[in-house]
């Protein structure tokens, strides 16, 4: 779907070569790319050969009712060659956050790449729009963000939000959400919107989502309400290595109590990991470092829908929204997530045949431990 | 006289407005707008005061950390809750792996382009290169094969046509004033830079659990220390910390502070420009004890007026006559009017958008003109940031601070007055990373005995639960953010907030002016400075990215009534 405009331009294996890279370091690159897409080893050829015959394409990358955060988060992306692709090689035309150019030429830059390449580059939203008072609550250039939107989007190949506010409003949108922050999907229609929602997102997903369009000339298969399933099909709780204690009924009672020292299950500090799709168990963060939970707090659903209107942080989820067993947490996961229908449904079949199993195996524990927690 | 905009200014965080006249060459009024409100003190209210941290923590991604300390102080504060002295020297340590990253990742990514011209550094001769960057550091990566390498590689870039994020930039501008060879060590470090800022935030990892927006926790921190179990802060934990500490130790040491005092000769001028008000303001932090003990801050406390380093005023944050907002020109109301100011405790606010509507080409900056508030303290326009932390520890009379700021004077031969200048902010961001590096060593040596000695305490949950709250408490967490004072003000009622106020650095420095027609930082630092080429105005961004603007937390307010005005429904 992302055709080439031009045969002169380079393609990635060129670029790296003439930067000094190795066949080796390339392929090295192909496999922690393809590694993270969670594809079998016949897909690290595909993505090798993809991206030694693919040209560039250029981003334009928007900043509207945003923290930053995600831009940070896809510099700490953690293996170095792929800063170098995603900054240099990408054609990173215009981020406000990076780029040298201020002013009407940072603006002239935005403008000649929509011209130039309209219909081919790829749109990247950090941040949410207020749809209050006119669009006033955020204006670039004296223009509002809802302008500048949709002007851009009218010549994207594809809209990637990245992080909560450009996928759910995140935290301007927390009632009573007095800007109207509005997530970008409920604005724009009509073109292909991949969801990374965070806050932020972790900077190897960020990578890995735009290789993939990059390496496939498609958008990676997206779940129910447009999340790539490569990193948001599993709950923080179903990879979450303190698991066991949960099914065994073992719990943290309070922050930094003996149990805390012995990594028990945070579920009663209030983790909202049994509602939470995404791969911080997997993949942790900022390479593999750690990921909340195995530094002591519990999640609290940044990738979720509304995650700051879903109860107290540190409530238990079965005080805060009625959260009982295990076999009933997609229904929480829905009902926290407010998505249509259509979506709820696909989303839910999806986890159900994916978890199927394991939950087959795990639910006599984890009633017995539900059942412990309501005695409790 | 010529009216120039720059907006978007770029390579800071938010989004930021600077319209500036221009007369005979220099600039005569200068006029700065913040351009987006998101009101997260609004959505505050009514929450539980545990969960701020993570609400406000999400005003900044840059700054991720700062405003999330000064929540749970604000909230430990209001409730009497004394937080165990690993979890101080946690923070303390989360603090200063936080201001080093910042500041080596605004002088490369956000600042250098400014100075450092990317498409001069082609034509330089390697072999040269090499030879100056081995004669200003020990840095490994300093052969002529590498610098020649980056240059081909630099070359390759520019004939592809695509420049990305170096389009449209301000090259060849005489201004640039840096010899080919230096040009190509900046470009060099900008991503050398680039790979190790992503090492040194491993520290909020290991402790916070992730970073951007690491965790924290009222009373404390939520990483057990637990030097039997593989979930704990262990030993392998902790040494994984030390190593990530020295290795910016020396990042700062070989490559940050060598290029700031290889570049500044070049632009010693801009030790004339850009000084601005000459009142500077520090709430300090980082104690070697605790963070009540205001005595032993590495960053002390204190006011300065008029450039008067024989006298440090205290400042006192629970005043309500010291700290106060005002709104003459910021698009607000006040029940008592426009003339009013009011101490954070106090403050009312309700968003009333009277600019022009977009799109536009000006501001009407004689009536309101940005969503920023004004603050002051005791009436006095203030500058905060990195020269503010400087020039109250080197007027304290504290040797650390004396002997980075004189040897520095001394390299580069220029009289202290420099100081307070564009040159002299940038160089007080370096002056002060030397010492935050060092100080953070320090810290962890303290973390390491403390557990030596038996104590393993993290976080203290005696008044965790709110049931154990009074009815009505208030109280205010302070810190110092990588861009200047930082304060949180909070009000608890019946276990809920109901009251929040930010008082964050940017407001300080980027705030229009007040209803005496007073200019804030960085208004007051643009004028007199000399644009050379309207079309172009590389000094507007150098200047104002010497206050490293970060724009998304100086906006925000709390709207009493719940109203604003609004004419457009939600979609």
Same mark, same amino acid.
């Given at each position: ?152 989007? =009218? ?5 990637? #939000?990245?992080?909560? #506010? ?19 999907? &409920? ?72 149990? =805390? ?40 659903? #940044? ?74 | ?58 005003? #900044? ?7 999330? *300390? ?83 590689? *630099? ?54 659990? &992730? ?139 309700? *968003? ?63 009289? =202290?007055? =420099? ?45 965790? &639960? ?51 027609? &007073? ?21 507007? *961004? ?30």
């Amino acid at each position: 779907m992302l055709t080439e405009t031009s045969t002169q331009r380079k393609t990635y294996f060129e670029e790296l070569q003439d930067k000094g890279y190795s066949r080796r370091d390339f392929m090295k690159f192909c496999t922690m790319i393809a590694a993270y897409m969670g594809l079998q080893s016949s897909g690290v050829a595909q993505v090798t050969e993809a991206l030694k015959t693919k040209p560039r394409i250029p981003v334009i990358w928007l900043h509207f009712q945003e923290c930053t955060c995600c831009s940070e988060s896809f510099i700490r992306s953690s293996h170095p060659i792929v800063a170098d692709i995603i900054l240099d090689k990408l054609s990173l035309d215009y981020t406000e956050t990076l780029m040298a150019a201020a002013g009407h030429q940072a603006e002239e830059a935005m403008q000649k790449t929509m011209k130039d390449y309209y219909g081919e580059y790829v749109l990247c939203v950090e941040g949410s729009v207020p749809a209050g008072a006119d669009g006033v609550y955020c204006m670039i250039g004296g223009k509002s963000s809802m302008d500048i939107l949709h002007e851009a989007a =009218a010549g994207a190949k594809a809209i990637i #939000c990245w992080g909560s #506010c450009a996928s759910n409003g995140c935290v301007q949108a927390a009632k009573p959400n007095p800007t109207k922050a509005t997530p970008i999907h &409920k604005i724009i229609k009509g073109k292909p919107i991949i969801k990374v929602p965070g806050c932020p997102p972790i900077g190897e997903v960020m990578a890995g989502v735009l290789v993939h369009i990059l390496t496939f000339d498609t958008l990676p298969a997206l779940d129910g309400i447009g999340r790539p399933k490569a990193f948001y099909s599993k709950r923080v709780h179903d990879s979450c290595y303190r698991r066991p204690y949960y099914d065994a009924g073992m719990f943290v009672e309070t922050f930094d109590d003996e149990n =805390a020292k012995r990594g028990y299950c945070l579920y009663k500090v209030g983790c909202k990991g049994p509602s939470t799709y995404n791969a911080c168990g997997i993949m942790k963060w900022n390479n593999g470092t750690s990921y909340p939970i195995q530094s002591g707090h519990g999640c609290f659903g #940044c990738s979720e829908e509304s995650f700051w209107d879903n109860g107290p942080i540190y409530e238990r989820m079965v005080n805060a929204g009625g959260f009982g067993i295990e076999e009933n947490a997609d229904k929480v996961g829905m009902v926290a997530l407010g998505v249509t229908a259509a979506g709820l449904a696909a989303h839910a079949i999806a986890t159900n045949l994916r978890k199927h199993k394991v939950v087959d195996e795990l639910i006599a524990e984890g009633k017995q431990s539900e059942h412990e927690l309501k005695n409790d | 006289m010529a009216r120039i905009v720059v907006d978007p200014i770029t390579r800071i965080e938010g989004h930021l407005r600077i319209e500036a006249e221009i007369k005979d060459g220099k600039i005569e009024e200068a006029y700065s707008s913040g351009t987006m409100v998101r009101l997260i003190e609004e959505i505050l209210r009514g929450r539980d005061p545990r969960d701020a941290w993570a609400f406000v923590g999400r005003v #900044c991604g840059v700054c991720t950390t700062v405003h999330s *300390l000064a929540s749970i102080r604000a909230v430990e504060d209001a409730l009497g809750i004394t937080v165990p002295p690993n979890a101080e020297l946690v923070r303390n340590l989360m603090f200063c792996a936080q201001n080093i990253h910042d500041h080596v990742v605004h002088f490369y990514h956000l600042h250098a382009l400014d100075w450092v011209d990317v498409v001069s550094a082609l034509k330089a001769d390697p072999k040269k290169t090499s030879e100056i960057a081995q004669s200003i550091s020990n840095w490994p990566k300093s052969s002529p094969g590498y610098f020649s390498d980056l240059q081909k590689r *630099l070359t390759k870039f520019v004939e592809s046509g695509q420049l990305g994020i170096f389009a449209n930039g301000y090259w060849g501008h005489p201004a640039y004033k840096l010899p080919a060879e230096i040009n190509l060590i900046g470009v060099a470090h900008y991503l050398e830079a680039l790979e190790w800022q992503k090492e040194i935030v491993k520290v909020h990892t290991i402790f916070g659990g &992730k970073n951007p927006h690491p965790n924290f926790l009222v009373g404390g921190m939520a990483c057990s220390i637990s030097l039997d179990d593989s979930s704990g802060i262990n030993a392998e934990r902790l040494a994984y910390v030390h190593q990530l500490l020295k290795q910016a130790k020396e990042f700062v040491e070989q490559v940050y502070i060598p290029d700031l005092l290889a570049i500044a000769p070049y632009y010693l001028d801009w030790g004339a420009i850009g000084g601005g008000l000459g009142n500077y303001l520090v709430y300090g932090d980082l104690s070697t004890s605790s963070y009540s003990d205001v005595q032993n801050y590495k960053f002390p406390a204190g006011a300065i007026l008029n450039k008067d380093l024989s006298k440090i005023h205290e400042v006192d944050l629970r005043n309500d006559s010291e700290v106060q907002e005002f709104i003459p020109h910021s698009w607000y109301e006040y029940a008592g009017g426009d003339g009013v100011g009011l101490h954070p405790w106090q403050g009312e606010t309700k *968003l009333n958008y009277t600019g022009p509507k977009p799109p536009f080409d000006h501001l009407n900056v004689e009536e309101k003109y940005s969503f920023l508030k004004t603050p002051r303290w005791k009436g006095n326009a203030m500058e905060v940031g990195p020269l503010a932390r400087v020039l109250v520890g080197y007027a304290s009379g504290r040797e650390d601070f004396k002997e980075v700021v004189n040897s520095t004077l001394a390299k580069l031969n220029v009289p =202290a007055a =420099a100081l307070f200048s564009t040159l002299g902010r940038t160089a007080a961001r370096g002056l002060e990373s030397i010492l935050v590096a060092q100080w953070a060593l320090e810290f962890y040596d303290q973390l390491i005995g403390n557990i030596k000695s038996g104590d393993t305490r993290m976080a203290n949950m005696e008044k965790f &639960k709110p049931e154990t709250w009074p009815a009505n408490a208030k109280g205010v967490g302070h810190t110092e953010a990588p861009r200047g004072a930082l304060a949180h003000w909070i009000v608890i009622e019946d276990q809920k907030i109901k009251n929040y106020q930010l008082v964050v650095p940017s407001t300080w420095n980027a705030s229009p002016r007040d209803q005496e027609g &007073k200019s804030s930082a960085y208004e007051a630092a643009l004028k007199d400075t000399p644009i050379a080429d309207i079309n172009k105005p590389v000094e507007i *961004l150098r200047t104002i990215h010497s206050f490293d603007p970060c724009l998304a937390c100086a906006v925000h307010l709390y709207d009493e009534e719940g109203k604003h005005i609004s004419k457009v429904q939600v979609l």
